[in-house]
């Protein structure tokens, strides 16, 4: 009575199967067993050009056993210095590097607010993937933001 995740990913590669909705929800539907469940990442979905929520949100709701939290900022090219980022670096289709919870460009007010509504009962798991110096008050925004829309 293990539980195994597949988490949502980002890839270059568009065939992988956590990079993609439609093939997560083929995989969990032919599955048919509540031993497959999701792990909902809405930042990689993000950096795979995926609309997180409410799309992905949605469609995979039925599976989502655990829920990563992190938030990311869009690098634009001419916009943003890479020396200036304080989170670390994520690229697929979009480019990116991780920021405060509430601070990016995931749509958390909803999330939350759609999990509560839900009545999501399993783990959320925030992820600070900030350089060491920034992690306290990423933390402490983040849990801010997390206290104001739970």
């Not at 568009?14 to 083929?26: C, E, G, N």
């Not at 200036?84 to 920021?99: A, F, L, N, V």
């Not at 009962?121 to 925004?141: C, I, W």
Request: glycine content about 8%; some cysteine.
């Amino acid at each position: 009575k293990i539980t195994l995740l597949l988490e949502t990913e980002f890839s270059e590669n568009d065939t992988d199967p956590a990079a993609s909705v439609d093939l997560l929800k083929q995989i969990f539907t032919k599955a048919g067993t509540p031993y497959l469940a999701c792990n909902f990442d809405a930042a990689n979905l993000y950096v795979a050009g995926v609309e997180a929520f409410p799309y992905a949100y949605e469609e995979l709701k039925p599976w989502i056993r655990y829920v990563h939290i992190k938030d990311i900022k869009e690098l634009v090219p001419g916009g943003h210095a890479i020396e200036d980022r304080t989170g670390y670096m994520q690229e697929g289709h979009k480019r990116g590097t991780c920021c405060a919870i509430g601070e990016g460009a995931i749509n958390y007010a909803g999330i939350l607010k759609a999990l509560k509504a839900d009545q999501y009962d399993g783990y959320l798991s925030m992820e600070l993937q900030m350089k060491d110096e920034f992690q306290d008050e990423t933390l402490k925004s983040s849990m801010d933001f997390i206290g104001q829309h739970w």
